[in-house]
């Protein structure tokens, strides 16, 4: 598995929605990022609650890390006309945990089948165009302990540390206990970076230890 994918630039449950009109019929997209299977199926049944009254509310979402997980649906345009030319454009642009929903208010004019491939194609592409690209990538997740009286100043700092090689350090949280546990990410291979940087900030007296993985972005 890669170390890294793509999303659309959102975070999870956040995205864009935007509109095409082709020949009088209206198509309705919401892009989504999500985890789920539940939560992209989340996303489609609430519109299809809000535009109850529309013909179709066609669906692609992909996911995982690996983009195992693919689905699609016409719902009730004909066959291959909706669902797969919407997953296609998500897997051109390689996303993954993501969710696209056209809904569709027919105009009156018959596209055919061509037609309605292009228009939903189009509809997705446009919505992906409008949220970006997002990389997420898998980061080792390191525990700096702290004592109570520096930890304030070591989080900000931590917060606005850049490594030589130029990766920006993510604070993921800090627990409270017997000391204050900063939790920060980094790219896998950029460890030694990070303590070389904590050796000189704290004059050697604080060491960041590798706890597990998570996936930044």
């Known amino acids: 598995m890669s170390d890294h994918f793509l999303t659309i630039d959102a975070a999870p449950g956040r995205g864009v929605d935007v509109e095409l009109e082709i020949k009088r019929s209206r198509f309705l997209t919401r892009i989504r990022r999500v985890t789920t299977e539940e939560a992209a199926r989340a996303v489609i049944e609430e519109r299809r609650s809000a535009h109850f009254d529309a013909r179709h509310h066609c669906s692609a979402f992909v996911l995982g890390p690996d983009a195992r997980t693919a689905r699609s649906s016409d719902d009730g345009e004909p066959a291959g006309t909706a669902g797969i030319p919407m997953l296609q454009v998500l897997q051109k642009n390689s996303l993954t945990d993501v969710v696209a929903v056209v809904t569709r208010y027919f105009g009156g004019i018959k596209l055919g089948a061509g037609g309605l491939v292009r228009a939903y194609s189009d509809a997705v592409a446009q919505g992906v165009e409008a949220a970006g690209i997002r990389r997420v990538q898998l980061c080792s997740l390191l525990q700096v302990d702290v004592d109570f009286a520096s930890a304030g100043a ?3 700092q931590l917060r ?6 130029g990766e920006a350090v993510v604070v993921d949280g800090v627990d409270w206990s ?21 050796a000189t900030m704290s004059a050697g007296s604080l060491v960041a230890v590798p706890v597990g993985q998570r996936w930044v972005g």
């Open 178 to 198: 017997d000391k204050a546990h900063i939790k920060v990410a980094v790219s896998a291979g950029a460890e030694d970076e990070l303590n070389a940087a904590l």
């Open 154 to 156: 070591m989080e900000d």
């Open 160 to 165: 606005g540390l850049i490594l030589p090689s």
